[in-house]
Every structure is written in structure tokens, then in C-alpha cells.
């Protein structure tokens, strides 16, 4: 399983943008995925999951402002960040929980 992730981008504070996480395979479901951030010198943190159900999580620090969601059909996930600050800048990556797998990572920058 291949999961390419896009979306990122520079923006300002206050600003939103949408990431994007595709997966590939056959067998490969969105269910079941999460999102996480990293930055230099950082682990990489959790911010947000969806579950099969569809229910949703985040940290506390993107509670209200971000927003997951998927599409089963084209197989891909959504982080919809609004209110960026620029702490949320970082390198975001998506995971599968169901085959333990991680995209490429894509650089949000938050200007402020």
C-alpha cells in the first residue's frame, strides 16, 4: 500500500488550506486513518484519526479548527486545517492504521 499526500503550501495566518492523503492497492481501504506533524528536532505528533465508523479525534491544540473526512470511492482522506497558526507549520503526514503505513509527508508553512 502507497499513500501519496498533498495539499500543503505556504499561508498566512488565519488562513486555511485542505491536505489530501490517496492510497493505493486494491485491498487498500481509507478507513482507519490519521494524521500526524513533525518538525525539525520533533517527534512526529498525532493530531487527528477517523476510525470506520467515522468517528473523528483530534489533539487538542487543532480542536475546532481542523477537520477530517474521507472519500471511500477515490480512496482519500482529508486534513481541512482553517485558522492556521504558525505553529502549525510542519511536514504532515498521513497513516494507515490498517497496514501500517505512511505517506511522504507534505510542508505546510504558516506565515505570520
Known amino acids: 500500500v502507497q499513500l501519496q499526500a498533498s495539499g500543503g503550501g505556504v499561508v498566512q495566518a488565519g488562513g486555511s488550506l485542505k491536505l489530501s492523503c490517496t492510497g493505493s492497492g486494491n485491498i487498500f481501504s481509507v478507513n482507519a486513518m490519521s494524521w500526524y506533524r513533525q518538525t525539525p528536532g520533533k517527534q512526529r505528533e498525532f493530531i487527528a484519526a477517523?476510525?470506520?465508523?467515522?468517528?473523528?479525534a483530534f489533539v487538542d491544540s487543532v480542536k475546532g479548527r481542523f477537520t477530517v473526512s474521507v472519500d471511500s470511492r477515490k480512496k482519500t482522506v482529508y486534513l481541512q486545517m482553517n485558522n492556521l497558526k504558525p505553529e502549525d507549520t510542519a511536514v504532515y503526514y498521513c497513516h494507515s492504521r490498517q497496514f501500517n503505513s505512511w505517506g511522504q509527508g507534505t510542508q505546510v508553512t504558516v506565515s505570520s
Open positions: 477517523i476510525t470506520e465508523s467515522g468517528d473523528t
